[in-house]
């Protein structure tokens, strides 16, 4: 690693800081001989860091390593004290609130499921966000000053250097809100805001996934994308690079809610599927051996799940479709960016084998015949708490990067 070369102390204090605490996250266990060596510092300053480090209880001494080749002292081991900071990551999507309070160690303390009232307007939609964070820290024992602070995701265009979700398609009237702004007050925490799908991009980097070059596909009431191009998070010049759910893919589908006709999102997305399966209970006079028998307000994403892996026929075929559709879109998008691996998340359905498998199958039989080293789908780390897990993830972050995310 480089040396700063500023003449600011106080930023090449803080760069030390953080790079020390970033070794131990990377390696577990570890002296502090061995991160002077890592580091290229004096071990007077790694020292003084960690003695910092063990006052602020940001890590922790573990035991000793094994004797020197010389017999010498058994050095002292440090790692990072998991209790000794929080952050809540909140994924918001048009169908549901997922909160989550995450130590250091990327563990899930506490948790909130809650009803996304999308069609109600900004502001019912913020007070369930406040309600849902509100009922996660009554949940949990954690102490105000181990709290670091709040990480939000949402779909759509978001402003992260404003904390502003610029515009959300599947939420009503919902333009520019200022989500940061909002919850900064409410809870007096850093709040950082970020789009879904590269939320759950920076999770699966965070926590071990170690591609330079990676595709996360969100498949949820939207379909969107998160790019990591050479280790890092990619926006895009107007903060919509992955807005892969409003590409064409069929000009004859049905319309879309962006305006267009046949986008992805129109034909292959949880909403679509629902609209699907919504219209084929209202034409057929069901049964119970039909395995559909359920009412307009039990009909979500988990039931189609289950009776998918039921095997009903026509719900089958419908999911089929669907995951063609997003195997073609992969396909064409390999193409585009060249990434190691493609990771797919964001519902029951979407984190499945069962539908990784047939969208494993479609995009395995559209690839050229000259493709020899096909980049592998993977499941997104975490399942249906992906996004929740990358947004807390983002605001710890922050303690291992001078300037944040």
């Known amino acids: 690693m480089k040396k700063a070369n500023s003449a600011n102390p106080s930023l090449i204090r803080d760069i030390n800081r953080t790079s020390v605490l970033d070794v131990m996250r990377r390696t577990g266990p570890i002296s502090q001989a061995d991160i002077a060596k890592i580091l290229a510092l004096q071990p007077s300053t790694i020292m003084r860091i960690v003695t910092e480090l063990l006052e602020e209880r940001l890590i922790v001494s573990v035991g ?26 909140v994924d918001l999507n048009a169908d549901e609130v997922i909160a989550v309070l995450l130590d250091l160690g990327g563990v899930i303390v506490a948790e909130v499921r809650t009803d996304c009232p999308s069609e109600s307007g900004p502001n019912h939609v913020m007070d369930t966000v406040k309600q849902s964070i509100e009922a996660l820290l009554a949940q949990s024992i954690v102490s105000a000053d181990r709290m670091i602070g709040i990480g939000v995701s949402v779909p759509g265009k978001v402003d992260s250097v404003t904390g502003t979700s610029v515009m959300a398609i599947n939420f009503r009237d919902w333009f520019n809100v200022p989500i940061g702004e909002q919850l900064e007050q409410a809870f007096q925490l850093p709040v950082y805001v970020e789009h879904d799908m590269r939320s759950m991009a920076f999770g699966e980097m965070w926590f071990g996934n170690e591609y330079d070059h990676m595709l996360c596909l969100g498949f949820r009431s939207g379909i ?18 992955g807005d892969v759910g409003h590409m064409i893919v069929d000009p004859d589908g049905p319309p879309c ?8 999102e129109a034909v292959a997305s949880e909403k679509a599927l629902h ?26 994403i988990r039931f189609i799940y289950e009776t998918f892996l039921q095997g009903h026929p ?20 390999i193409r585009v960016y060249d990434p190691q691996a493609i990771v797919i998340g964001g519902n029951v ?41 990358g947004s807390a993830s983002l605001m710890l972050s922050r303690l291992f990067k001078p300037n944040g995310v």
């Not at 080749?69 to 952050?87: C, I």
């Not at 990619?234 to 690079?241: D, P």
């Open 64 to 89: 000793q390593g094994k004797t020197t080749s010389k017999g010498g002292r058994k050095a002292t081991l440090l790692e990072l004290n998991k209790d000794g900071a929080y952050a809540i990551g």
């Open 224 to 241: 969107g994308l998160g790019l990591v191009l050479n280790g890092e998070l990619y926006r895009g010049a107007h903060q919509l690079a």
């Open 257 to 264: 809610s962006c305006g267009r006709k046949g986008c992805l």
């Open 275 to 300: 609209n699907n399966v919504r219209r084929y209970v209202q034409q057929h006079s069901l049964s119970s051996a039909d395995k559909l028998t359920i009412t307009m307000e039990e009909l979500n």
């Open 314 to 333: 026509d719900i089958t075929a419908m999911i089929k479709e669907a995951a063609d559709y997003i195997g073609k879109t992969l396909c064409d998008l």
């Open 349 to 389: 359905l979407a984190s499945s084998s069962e539908f990784l498998d047939l969208v494993r199958s479609a995009y395995q039989s559209m690839q050229p015949n000259y493709a020899d080293d096909i980049p592998s789908i993977q499941p997104a780390r975490f399942g249906e708490q992906s996004i929740a897990i």
